[in-house]
């Protein structure tokens, strides 16, 4: 069968059911052989080394379609299932305008369009995919793998949960403006063992600053969509302009986490339960495998750190060199503390340094 992905996450799922697509969306970027075949689709939204407030200023003054669809190559591809979404118009093509595509063409493909609003239907989506295609096995083994996986997870949240609480936590997918993110990750939270009050049951939706400082999240996850890594870390500095930054507790807890949007989180595949064992040791570190300090997708920023370097580099510098000093004074302090410590271990156990 000819399978045309319009969309990132169906890309992923179909390489994962060993089914290569013949074209992909300009966003599929997974897994990386996904990068060398026929791009369908394009973006009049300039995102390259763009900050999250200009690609924001972008989409409001856009005029129209945001994505085009390359027609003339979808008919020479000649595919004979088109899958696209119906979950986010601002994400991908709109679905009703693949669907006249299609109906254009001669044959006329079968379309797929996904529409997850949980965890559970984007799990449940990649049995959809593979039954579409004729890999209807191979996506029951791999629905059972992520199942048995969300188990695990859900077990180890439970044991955490029993002797830690759930620490409340925001999730963002993007930051100007702060955007809380929706779908499926209100249950991931909760899966992982988190409070799930600040994420919306529901689609993605812009949240007030002030409410981000009301709920005072205990641990902050910056995964901004269409960012990677390290950009996300630098969009985590729209967040630390904001008044009441480097109050929350997350900030002083140094539980602020950058997460690249395009791996985790954002799109509904089955890289969802990366996503989900990801938050779990981002909530709860003392009982997960592995640190998110060495998840490649995931950064830990120092975010009083931020604060003070932006408020140098602002319009007010008396203020920002006020914040470096007290900064400086309190690590001299903790500094002090450890050598005093240190100095009196080093009395009680003289052979200490030789190890």
Known sequence: MRVASLLPSATETLFALGVEPVGVSHSCDHPPAARDLPTLTSTVVAHENRSAAD?????????????????????????????????????????????????????????????????????????????????????????ADLRERVDAVRERAERAVAEEGRPRVAVLDWTYPPIRAGHWVRDMVEIAGGDPAFQPDGPSEPVAWADVREFDPDALVVA???????????????????????????????????????????????????????????LHPEHAATAPEALDAVASVDAEKLVIEQAVTSEEPAEGYRRRAQRTRELADELAGVSAEANDHLGESPDRGSR
């Open 224 to 282: 901004p969509c269409g960012f990677a890594r390290d950009r996300a870390v630098d969009a985590v500095g729209d967040l630390a302009d904001r008044p009441g930054f480097d109050d929350l507790a997350a900030v002083a807890g140094g539980r602020v986490y950058a997460v690249d949007g395009n791996a985790l989180f954002n799109r509904p595949s089955h890289r969802l339960v990366d996503s989900l064992e990801t938050l779990f040791a981002c």
């Open 55 to 143: 690609i924001d200023e972008q989409m409001r003054e856009v005029d129209g379609a945001v994505y085009d669809l390359d027609e003339d190559r979808l008919a020479a591809l000649d595919p004979d299932l088109l899958v696209t979404q119906a979950t986010c118009d601002v994400c991908a093509v709109d679905a009703s305008e693949v669907r006249a595509a299609a109906a254009r063409l001669d044959p006329a493909p079968e379309v797929l369009a996904l529409d997850p609003h949980s965890f559970r239907d984007a799990l449940d989506d990649v049995e959809r995919v593979g039954t579409a295609v004729g890999e209807a096995a191979a996506a029951s083994d791999l629905r």
